[in-house]
């Protein structure tokens, strides 16, 4: 799988919207963009996950440029709750059993009031 | 719907004990998969089921670990002799086959201390 390069932190304030940039230049044609969401003392939760351009859930938006070789991950209005780790992985084809994951350092978002 | 289980939430052992570690999947998920994160390292990949084969194993540290999924349901970790090395955080992951997105669905992990 691709490696990834994301922030190692980053800061809010409540209210805020936050976008995390992921930089993947070597994302393979058939790869998917998956972002996962971790709390302390909890595993890894899937958050959302994208091809190309953009995709919305209740959650979050991913933004994919034409390129493919990064990927911003926006959370609006950010909360308390939303302080996590938050990790951006590429692979994944969908259609097909999922492989091992390759987890990065992630991005330490902390959200203060 | 039940998640992804693990059991225990917490081991403290000692050195050269043996410590066998439980992830039950969710139902209907022929693949699980194990992971686990040392201190102030990421999380890396163990090994990977499908149904009770072994599909990738190539993350298993050394051979004092052993991974079994008898029957293709829930699935077992143990560590002989646990070195002090050993110790983090061990992660059980289940997925479809093949489903609408292809992600993994994780347990709360197991704590591991070797003293």
């Known amino acids: 799988l691709a490696k990834t390069t994301q922030p190692i932190s980053m800061d809010s304030y409540e209210g805020q919207e936050v976008n995390i940039t992921c930089s993947h230049n070597?994302?393979?044609?058939?790869?998917?963009i998956t972002w996962y969401q971790q709390f302390p003392s909890q595993g890894p939760r899937f958050i959302i996950q994208g091809y190309k351009t953009k995709v919305t859930n209740e959650v979050a938006s991913l933004f994919i440029p034409a390129d493919r070789k990064s990927s911003t991950l926006s959370l609006p209005r950010v909360s308390l709750s939303d302080t996590a780790v938050y990790y951006c992985l590429v692979g994944g084809r969908r259609g097909s059993t999922l492989g091992r994951l390759y987890f990065g350092r992630g991005t330490q978002l902390t959200v203060w009031p | 719907e039940a998640g992804v289980t693990q059991f225990p939430s917490h081991s403290v052992i000692e050195k050269g004990q043996t410590v066998t570690l439980r992830c039950d999947p969710i139902?209907?998920?022929?693949?699980l998969y194990w992971y686990r994160r040392v201190m102030g390292k990421e999380i890396k990949f163990l090994l990977h089921f499908v149904k009770e084969s072994k599909q990738d194993e190539s993350g298993m540290p050394n051979n004092r670990f052993l991974a079994e999924r008898t029957g293709g349901t829930y699935s077992t970790l143990k560590v002989q002799p646990a070195e002090l090395e050993d110790s983090g955080v061990y992660f059980c992951?289940?997925?479809?086959?093949?489903?609408?997105?292809?992600?993994?669905?994780f347990g709360q992990g197991t704590r591991l201390t070797v003293v």
């Open positions: 139902s209907g998920h022929d693949n």
């Open positions: 992951a289940s997925s479809q086959g093949i489903g609408p997105y292809t992600e993994a669905f």
């Open positions: 070597n994302i393979a044609t058939n790869d998917y």
